[in-house]
């Protein structure tokens, strides 16, 4: 199985950026579809951003469309999700996750992924 761990996290102000990564161990992430999830205080984990096992396919939630990407680099194990024009409501755990799914799609229900991280925590202020 594959162990996860996200780093890059922080306090910025609104309109900044951040770019969270999303190391792998055990198994390398090509071998899956990987997700972000957040999740703000009092509210359920939500899906951010997705790319497929393969590469070829994204989804974002319309919330963060235009504003963050999802990217992977296999050579270095590793998932990002670069973020541009933060607003207070990104405010969240952001939690990388991995998916067994061999399709081309990408799915973005929190029960469909098999592996998580422990989380990083983004805060946004005004």
Do not use: H
């Amino acid at each position: 199985q594959v162990q996860l761990v996200e780093s890059g996290g922080g306090l910025v102000q609104a309109g900044g950026s951040l770019r969270l990564s999303c190391a792998a161990s055990g198994r390398t992430v090509s071998d899956y579809a990987m997700g972000w999830f957040r999740q703000a205080p009092g509210k359920e984990r939500e899906f951010v951003a997705g790319i497929s096992r393969g590469g070829s396919s994204t989804y974002y939630t319309d919330s963060v469309k235009g504003r963050f990407t999802i990217s992977r680099d296999n050579a270095k194990n590793t998932v990002y999700l670069q973020m541009n024009s933060l607003k207070p409501e990104d405010t969240a755990v952001y939690y990388c996750a991995a998916d067994r799914y061999y399709g081309v799609f990408v799915r973005k229900e929190v029960y469909e992924y098999d592996y998580w991280g422990q989380g990083t925590q983004v805060t946004v202020s005004s």
